[in-house]
């Protein structure tokens, strides 16, 4: 199906075919065969995801309605995250999930799958669990993504949605992650918890089969091919609709002497909080980029990442990766997609 968005034009991708009944021989309705091409965006965090739905929520509105309708983290939060969370708490929970419970809960999200049009895309990267979890986790990246996509799943019915998953080098992963986390809450030692992390007994091949698992399908955009190309996430979302987005990178971590004054004010019992970040990232605009690892574990990182790449394609997951991969720097500031219409 081709439809016509103002004067661009968009080319959905064809809806992957569905495993299900994979989990606990339950068969999903397919009374409502018309409902809209559903792609359900996992993030994840630290890559861009924030500003990736920003750019979508402003080309839909802009759009019209009944063309693309975007489902983002002010609509899925808290109601349906507080659901995601509460049904993944333990095995069997998620198959209590249902269209009618996420009617109930957030009838507004309810409504706009179901209502006719071409294309919905839902994007939430805490769909996948918490950030701050997975630097903690000894088990790894999102230990419990297994159980909360499953409820993701179940909560949307119908035909199986496609899904699309960004990933990015795990040793600047983590660099971006705790630069962020640590002014929201308080974290050990970054180079004692880089070392500990290091180890990774779950990296993001096995976030892949969760997802594959239950969705069938997973689209995978490698990080550096975002840096390359802002609108490949953007492409894999909404198809050619992506040509009407302008793409640029506009994102960063605090530096290292940022995270050096969070660490110092959370150590003198200062305030420190996400009202500050801004005035943060003012103060420590320049200066080297934060990087807790040492060379030989940033080293053993990025070679397994590429070892990772290797095993996603593997498995058949679509795989968008860039040309030539390049050396990330350290600490390196996370790739953001903006709408320059919405830029100060």
């Given at each position: 199906?081709?439809?016509?968005?103002?004067?661009?034009?968009?080319?959905?991708?064809?809806?992957?075919?569905?495993?299900?009944?994979?989990?606990?021989?339950?068969?999903?309705?397919?009374?409502?065969?018309?409902?809209?091409?559903?792609?359900?965006?996992?993030?994840?965090?630290?890559?861009?995801?924030?500003?990736?739905?920003?750019?979508?929520?402003?080309?839909?509105?802009?759009?019209?309605?009944?063309?693309?309708?975007?489902?983002?983290?002010?609509?899925?939060?808290?109601?349906?995250?507080?659901?995601?969370?509460?049904?993944?708490?333990?095995?069997?929970?998620?198959?209590?999930?249902?269209?009618?419970?996420?009617?109930?809960?957030?009838?507004?999200?309810?409504?706009?799958?179901?209502?006719?049009?071409?294309?919905?895309?839902?994007?939430?990267?805490?769909?996948?669990?918490?950030?701050?979890?997975?630097?903690?986790?000894?088990?790894?990246?999102?230990?419990?993504?297994?159980?909360?996509?499953?409820?993701?799943?179940?909560?949307?019915?119908?035909?199986?949605?496609?899904?699309?998953?960004?990933?990015?080098?795990?040793?600047?992963?983590?660099?971006?992650?705790?630069?962020?986390?640590?002014?929201?809450?308080?974290?050990?030692?970054?180079?004692?918890?880089?070392?500990?992390?290091?180890?990774?007994?779950?990296?993001?091949?096995?976030?892949?089969?969760?997802?594959?698992?239950?969705?069938?399908?997973?689209?995978?955009?490698?990080?550096?091919?975002?840096?390359?190309?802002?609108?490949?996430?953007?492409r894999r979302l909404v198809g050619d609709a992506a040509a009407?987005?302008?793409?640029?990178?506009?994102?960063?971590?605090?530096?290292?002497?940022?995270?050096?004054?969070?660490?110092?004010?959370?150590?003198?019992?200062?305030?420190?909080?996400?009202?500050?970040?801004?005035?943060?990232?003012?103060?420590?605009?320049?200066?080297?980029?934060?990087?807790?690892?040492?060379?030989?574990?940033?080293?053993?990182?990025?070679?397994?990442?590429?070892?990772?790449?290797?095993?996603?394609?593997?498995?058949?997951?679509?795989?968008?990766?860039?040309?030539?991969?390049?050396?990330?720097?350290?600490?390196?500031?996370?790739?953001?997609?903006?709408?320059?219409?919405?830029?100060?």
């Amino acid at each position: 199906m081709t439809a016509a968005i103002g004067s661009f034009v968009m080319r959905p991708a064809a809806t992957p075919p569905s495993p299900l009944p994979a989990a606990g021989g339950r068969t999903l309705s397919r009374a409502n065969a018309q409902r809209p091409l559903v792609t359900v965006h996992f993030g994840a965090h630290r890559t861009g995801s924030t500003s990736i739905q920003t750019a979508l929520a402003d080309y839909a509105r802009a759009a019209g309605v009944g063309k693309i309708r975007m489902i983002g983290p002010d609509e899925l939060r808290p109601d349906v995250t507080m659901i995601v969370n509460l049904l993944a708490a333990a095995p069997g929970l998620p198959f209590l999930a249902t269209p009618l419970l996420l009617r109930w809960v957030a009838p507004s999200v309810h409504g706009a799958l179901h209502a006719p049009g071409d294309s919905v895309v839902v994007s939430d990267e805490q769909f996948l669990g918490g950030q701050e979890q997975s630097l903690l986790e000894p088990r790894g990246l999102y230990p419990d993504a297994r159980r909360r996509v499953e409820v993701v799943r179940w909560l949307l019915g119908g035909a199986t949605p496609r899904a699309v998953l960004t990933v990015r080098p795990y040793a600047d992963w983590f660099a971006s992650a705790y630069a962020w986390t640590i002014v929201r809450a308080p974290l050990p030692e970054p180079r004692e918890l880089a070392a500990q992390w290091a180890r990774l007994p779950r990296g993001w091949p096995e976030v892949v089969r969760d997802i594959m698992a239950v969705f069938g399908a997973c689209e995978v955009v490698d990080f550096a091919t975002l840096r390359q190309r802002p609108r490949a996430v953007l492409r894999r979302l909404v198809g050619d609709a992506a040509a009407d987005i302008e793409g640029r990178h506009d994102g960063r971590s605090l530096p290292a002497r940022g995270v050096a004054e969070v660490l110092r004010r959370r150590a003198a019992g200062e305030p420190v909080d996400l009202g500050g970040l801004a005035s943060l990232r003012r103060d420590f605009r320049q200066g080297r980029k934060f990087n807790p690892f040492t060379l030989d574990q940033r080293r053993a990182l990025n070679a397994r990442y590429q070892r990772d790449l290797d095993e996603i394609a593997a498995l058949g997951a679509g795989i968008r990766r860039p040309r030539a991969t390049p050396q990330a720097a350290p600490g390196e500031a996370p790739a953001t997609i903006t709408n320059p219409r919405t830029l100060n």
